[in-house]
């Protein structure tokens, strides 16, 4: 366990001036054992005492972490209330950080000389004829490995090896870049000829890297629809960044880091991208951050964790659909990738871009209030390809032949049947995986998971029901445990019925589904892409994996099933999540030559989350959600910070977590807004019970230092009960 304490070391002589912060050193510690390994955290002039320790040598299996990174290590462990080694361990991905992942390396075999050859070649005569053809072979293909070279003519290594011995070739060992684009063929691409409004962006852009000290402002929102060509416009300013020898990262949520996304970047900057996400192989992550780690690459896409990049002359940090929640990590340290740009960028001297058609009301805020400098890109790049037409569907009127409310509206059914007949395609989005939400039977039960307090989620491929909170899978039950019969009802729908409902309306048409049930690898994701894109789809149905990103001409029609999803959640961010959600989704359609059409059903047609999406308006959903806030005093007008607690015996944890309250309302009278700690709306996820208590206030740095001593302090002492702080929190629940 972390013991989130600073201990002093001496340097020794040998290694003055070597030591610097970031570096993992090993130290002795404790009685009479191995020195463990330790992070240096700063580096003091000669102190009082005399009776420390000294450190015993420098780890050198791991590379050490960028002092301007551990500077960064350090805001994140005080500010999300975490320990520094929690903090510091992100900074590095595991495959670098374990030190078991080596460099791939392999052999290849260079003649000596051309002179050396002949000589050989002339000496050997019929006596070597393996050897002669080897060395044939290696005139037309120098550098071959010796696979190569034996399966061309037979000549084994320890021949090979004998060569090098009388000097005639040499076998290097080189390193050999386990590279994730190894088998794909990108077409490079030049910089298009902006629109006026890009333009206008763009000039914003080069006078702040420029001159960023200016105002003061280091931040840009840039704030265009779908289509507007914002990505365009981070390429031209990493070019200039790169041609002013900078570095650059590019962060895009985990979710849209398709490759398609990434293409862009190499096709334009071929291999001076690096690529950094999760679903790299261990080998790869290890390459691809050496390659930064090295200086050897100067721009790094990727999730969440590419923010650590340990670039040396950062200059550009791209925040790409910066309101969207996956930023934030959701084990600690509880960072949001998002807004730690923004400190780095401020620590280290480079612009920050945050990018979004649908920005959240903390950086639209920020913009507003002059913190952030704004850019806007109001209209699609070729004004001839207009937004879609938005059109609501109230469910409430649509009925089926046995009265009840049908998951497809007529509207829908003869929208995707015209799609069909014309050869266009339609996406069909529902945010649930799963056959149906849950089983319910006749006498109203309703199975459940039992280390869990939500109902199991039905799976009818596979038959069974599965609890999407803990993964507990068990077979889909037939008769009620509760009543005996077994008159199951499906309540609520999923992406896998809607599939199954689909093919039964629309019979004849090519159907295909991308949710995590489908896509359980990158590989397949890119399968049903590339068909859909050839035009071997007419219907694509899926999840959020679909709204964001895809750009496809021929998609015509965007069917939204059910608006309201996310919309009676018992969060202050439902409906902008809803707002931002809809108008990702709506920007699927119509990016091509054929004007686009989106169809929202939905219960609630005057919600304004659902009427400001259909009319493409932000600034209408600012207008109306951010006086709620105001009034409400929640963020952007208060930072929430959510205390969390958990355990087995909820009594004690309602005690304890009430005892914590107090100290806190006590310590920190208003303006500070602490509430009691509640059960969870989930009151239970693997068996333990979880409160919540909610804490909205001004900006406060002696309230977080506070708050942090509170959370070290209980790790120490508090043994049944577990609490922690979720900063800057975006989840409820
Ligand atoms: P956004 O990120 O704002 O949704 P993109 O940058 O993905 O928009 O642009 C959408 C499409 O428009 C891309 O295929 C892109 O190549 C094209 N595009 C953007 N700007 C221009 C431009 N100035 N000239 C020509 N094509 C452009
Ligand atoms: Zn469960």
Redesign the pocket.
């Known amino acids: 366990m972390s013991l989130d304490r600073t201990f002093d070391y001496l340097i020794p002589e040998r290694l003055v001036g070597r030591i610097r912060p970031g570096m993992k050193v090993n130290v002795p510690f404790g009685k009479g054992r191995k020195p463990r390994p330790a992070t240096v955290v700063r580096l003091i002039p000669r102190p009082e005492r005399s009776d420390l320790k000294e450190i015993v040598d420098i780890c050198d299996d791991v590379p050490e972490i960028p002092a301007s990174l551990a500077r960064l290590g350090e805001w994140i462990a005080d500010y999300y209330c975490c320990t520094r080694e929690q903090a510091l361990k992100s900074l590095l991905p595991s495959a670098v950080r374990s030190g078991k992942v080596k460099p791939k390396k392999i052999r290849r075999c260079y003649l000596a000389s051309p002179e050396k050859a002949a000589e050989y070649l002339a000496k050997a005569g019929a006596r070597a004829k393996v050897r002669a053809q080897a060395i044939q072979f290696l005139t037309l293909h120098p550098g071959a490995q010796p696979d190569t070279v034996q399966a061309a003519t037979g000549a084994k290594l320890p021949q090979l090896r004998a060569l090098a011995k009388e000097g005639v070739l040499n076998i290097e060992e080189v390193r050999a870049d386990r590279d994730p684009f190894r088998n794909a063929v990108i077409q490079p691409t030049t910089p ?4 006026g409004e ?1 333009g206008a962006a763009m000039e914003r852009i080069f006078s702040m890297l420029g001159d960023k000290r200016s105002d003061g402002r280091h931040v840009l929102l840039l704030h ?1 629809v ?7 416009v981070y390429l031209q300013a990493i070019a200039r960044v790169l041609e002013e020898g900078g570095d650059a990262i590019v962060l895009v949520p985990e979710i849209s880091l398709t490759p398609q996304t990434v293409t862009r970047f190499r096709a334009r900057f071929g291999e001076r991208v690096s690529v950094l996400h999760s679903g790299l192989t261990q080998g790869e992550r290890y390459d691809e951050w050496m390659k930064v780690y090295r200086g050897e690459v100067s721009i790094a896409v990727g999730a969440r964790s590419a923010l650590f990049a340990p670039f040396k002359n950062l200059k550009l940090i791209i925040v790409d659909e910066e309101h969207d929640s996956s930023y934030k990590q959701s084990e600690a340290p509880r960072y949001n990738a998002r807004d730690v740009a923004v400190v780095r960028g401020r620590m280290e001297g480079a612009l920050v871009i945050l990018g979004s ?1 649908t920005p959240s009301l903390e950086s639209w805020q920020n913009a507003v209030s002059g913190k952030y400098a704004l850019a806007s ?1 109001p209209n699609r ?2 004004p001839s390809i207009v937004l879609p037409h938005v059109e609501i569907v109230d469910m409430r009127l649509e009925k089926d032949e046995e009265d009840r409310v049908p998951m497809f509206s007529k509207r829908l059914v003869e929208e995707v049947r015209n799609r069909i007949h014309a050869g266009e395609q339609s996406i069909l989005f529902l945010n649930k995986r799963g056959y149906s939400r849950q089983l319910q039977c006749a006498c109203g039960h309703v199975p459940t998971c039992p280390d869990c307090s939500v109902a199991y989620t039905y799976h009818k491929h596979s038959a069974s029901l599965i609890c999407h909170f803990c993964g507990r899978i068990v077979p889909a039950i037939t008769t009620c445990p509760v009543c005996g019969q077994s008159e199951f009802h499906y309540v609520g729908t999923g992406t896998e019925r809607i599939e199954s409902l689909a093919g039964a309306l629309f019979q004849g048409a090519r159907i295909a589904r991308m949710d995590s049930d489908t896509m359980t690898n990158p590989q397949k994701y890119e399968e049903v892409l590339s068909k859909f894109r050839s035009g071997g789809i007419d219907i694509l149905i899926g999840t959020q994996m679909i709204a964001k990103g895809l ?1 496809f001409p021929n998609v015509t029609l965007v069917g939204v099933l059910n608006a309201d999803m996310g919309l009676y959640l018992p969060d202050f961010r439902a409906h902008e999540r809803t707002f931002q959600l809809l108008a990702q989704v709506a ?1 699927r359609a119509g ?1 091509g030559e054929v004007h686009g059409q989106v169809l929202i059903q939905t219960f609630s047609p005057e919600n304004p989350a659902i009427l400001c999406a259909a009319e493409h308006s932000c600034a209408d959903f600012f207008a109306d959600e951010l006086p709620i806030r105001k009034e409400l005093l929640f963020p952007p007008f208060s930072h929430l910070t959510v205390l969390h607690f958990d355990g087995e015996d909820p009594v004690q944890i309602e005690a304890k977590a009430g005892e914590l309250v107090r100290r806190i309302a006590e310590k920190f009278p208003e303006p500070l807004e602490i509430g009691d700690a509640t059960p969870a709306p989930i009151e239970r996820i693997k068996g333990r019970y979880r409160y919540l208590a909610t804490v909205r206030t001004p900006p406060n740095a002696a309230f977080r230092a506070y708050l942090r001593s509170e959370v070290m302090n209980w790790r120490r002492t508090v043994k049944d009960v577990e609490f922690y702080a979720d900063v800057d929190a975006l989840s409820l629940l």
């Not at 298009?192 to 629109?195: A, D, E, G, M, P």
């Not at 779908?226 to 365009?232: D, M, P």
């Open positions: 298009l000829k902006l629109t890009q265009g779908t289509c507007s060509g914002k990505t365009e058609a890109l790049w070729d750009d920007g990016r």
